[in-house]
């Protein structure tokens, strides 16, 4: 299993990715892969390769609500291919999964937690309301890599 922060944190809000990275540090099983991918989207077609599961998160343009987290599940849910999780990246998240499926390189489960986002301004750190909802998303992503490691190991004793 593998967890991708994505973002720049040198820009504004679209660092929250990389903040959440940081915030899972030793608080997973040590199989399970962590890290912060900034700039180019096509990077994670090769991190991916051999895993299960892919969970990512991301900063989300405004919807109304900043930090607010939003989890999408690939397999039921359709990630936009907008500017709502393309942020700054030159090839958004959507696109980035979409082209790995098409490969045939992307990890059967993918999860993306995608939080909104205030401010995306070059130099500016995370804005209050995305910054408290960091712990919040480690806290998800924890419980989420356990309930991906039961799943898979119910469909493996049976």
Known sequence: MLVAGIGHPD????????????????????????LARSGDMLALLDDCVGFDALICVDAAAPMGTPGKI????????????????????????????????????????????????????????LSAPVAHAVGEAARHIVAEVERLRRHVAEETST
Do not use: K
């Not at 809000?13 to 959440?20: H, I, L």
């Not at 999780?85 to 998240?93: K, P, Q, V, Y």
């Not at 205030?118 to 500016?124: E, N």
């Open 70 to 125: 939003h989890r999408i599940d690939t397999a039921v849910d359709t990630l936009p291919c907008d500017a709502s999780f393309a942020s700054s990246h030159a090839l958004g998240l959507a696109e980035a999964i979409e082209l790995a499926r098409t490969l045939g390189t992307a990890p059967p489960t993918i999860i993306v937690y995608a939080i909104e986002g205030a401010s995306f301004d070059d130099g500016a750190g």
């Open 11 to 34: 820009r504004g809000d679209d660092g929250v990715g990389a903040a959440v990275a940081a915030a899972l540090a030793g608080r997973l099983p040590p199989d399970v892969g962590v």
